[in-house]
């Protein structure tokens, strides 16, 4: 069980780092932070079928997930629609 949380913790790690390093497409950094929200769905999913039995809270966090994916895909698709592209780069140069 602790190698398991140990991988968990790098592969977090490694996640946040892609997220960091990664800003250029707004699509690759939505995709870094779904995959974040799955490894914490999963640490959150360990802590809770050790400590607290009650999977209530896991279901909340999977309806905040999910309405995040959306907002954000909403958002991406408003944004290649507008400006033709998904570039942060250019979104924070019009921002005069």
Do not use: A, P, W
Request: net charge neutral.
């Amino acid at each position: 069980m602790n190698l398991f949380i140990l991988v968990l913790l790098f592969m977090l790690f490694s996640g946040i780092l892609f997220y960091i390093f990664n800003f250029n497409h707004l699509l690759m950094m939505l995709l870094g932070l779904e995959y974040l929200l799955l490894i914490l769905s999963l640490l959150f999913l360990i802590n809770l079928m050790m400590f607290i039995k009650q999977y209530i809270l896991l279901l909340i966090f999977f309806i905040f997930c999910i309405s995040e994916s959306v907002l954000g895909l909403t958002i991406l698709i408003l944004m290649v629609r507008m400006y033709g592209n998904d570039y942060l780069k250019s979104l924070m140069i019009l921002q005069c």
